[in-house]
């Protein structure tokens, strides 16, 4: 009766049929970009709060630049924040095939110590509508624009 029992055990635990055996749901390929662009906007916060700390202000462009396009104006954001953390991986989102420099536009600020914190202005927001039309906001609390502003439709602009 205890090789009966001892079989039974055996083949109940490596036998066991499909119905037993929990099926791992696939994870939404939409919740996997929006948990990447907001640990994207979370990193850029930390290397922008670093930033502040150590220069005492938010990056200023240096004086008589007069070429703010694409590619300079995202080089200078990209220079000024990667000695604090920010990487190259954090301003272009995995999923974002487009040719643009970066996923995410930076505000501009003046160059006194508070003003980034002053007003609940976004400090980084997704560009045009890819990934998820998120921003985040001086204390790191990341938002989706259309849980702000209500959803825009066609119908509903």
Known sequence: MKLFYFL???????????????QQEKPDPTELINKEAIQDLK???AAAVKYIKDKG????????????????????????????GATPEMWKHSA??????ASYVPSMFDDKP??????????FISRGTF??????QPDGSVSNLENLTGKMTKENP
């Open 8 to 22: 039974f055990l055996l083949t109940a635990t490596f036998a066991a049929p499909d119905f037993c055996v929990a």
């Open 43 to 45: 990193g850029l916060h």
């Open 57 to 84: 202000s938010w990056p200023q462009f240096p004086k008589g630049i007069k070429d703010l396009s694409e590619d300079k104006f995202y080089g200078f954001f990209k220079g000024a924040l990667k000695p604090y």
């Open 96 to 101: 974002d095939k487009s040719t643009a420099e």
């Open 114 to 123: 508070n003003t980034p914190y002053r007003w609940n202005q976004p400090w």
């Open 131 to 136: 990934p998820g039309n998120f921003l985040i």
